[in-house]
């Protein structure tokens, strides 16, 4: 039987992708086709944390006329409902889960701590990070790759709703855009790619953690990109 290629990974789940074909709130059934494909691999071994954004409720950058610190708080606390229906679903498939947040709310889960997220992946239990780093300016995607360097990810997956992988400019927007293959954190950098925002890039770069950028639309690409499969955009 093959085996997975890595052993821990961090998974990057785009809030609006667990709105399905809407375009806010959660939908039941895209959560659990995303978590049945996790459960495949979680099955297999695979040490898995997961940080999932809150687009689908509320951005920081949605708040025009807010003061932009509250406006981020709000979009933290989005997190946590993402964070919480993906700890429902996966307790839902038996798959052990916690979740962990920078800010603390103890009535409904427990405080980021490196060393407790460390121990409970070495007890196959999924982590779920919410509340992005706890401070406002700093995206999920930072979040991701933060947490990735403290807990030793292997490898950061990154999630995206309606792409498949980074390309040169929006292919939403235009149809010409190119889709890259691979790409190195440098070009990510000086090309401004929408894929990740340049603090989480420089952050991956820093500390050498490969990206995987693909496409969520299709959630068995979660089990292909874990088993080493060439799919998405390898950022290196």
Known sequence: ????????V?????????AGENKSGIDSLTIGRICDNIKTVYDMGVEI?????????????????????TADHMGMLATVINA???????EARNMATRVQTAIEMRQIAEPYIRR???????????????????????????????RAAEIDAEVILLAKKNVDGAYDSDPMVNPDAKKFDRLAYIDVLSKR????DSTAASLCMDNSIPIIVFGLDEPENIIKVIMGEDIGTQIT
């Not at 997220?117 to 995607?141: M, Q, W």
């Not at 790619?193 to 990740?196: E, H, I, Q, T, Y």
């Open 84 to 90: 919480l229906a993906l700890q429902d679903a996966f």
């Open 116 to 146: 407790r997220a460390v121990r409970h992946l070495e007890k196959k239990r999924i982590v779920i990070f919410a509340c992005g780093t706890g401070n406002p300016y700093f995206s999920t995607d930072t979040t991701a790759a933060l």
């Open 193 to 196: 790619l929408g894929v990740m």
């Open 49 to 69: 944390a997961v940080v999932v954004g809150g687009g689908n409720f509320w951005r920081g950058k949605s708040g025009k006329g807010m003061d932009r610190t």
């Open 1 to 8: 039987m093959q085996q997975p290629k890595y052993r821990r």
């Open 10 to 18: 961090m998974l990057k789940i785009s809030g609006e992708a667990l």
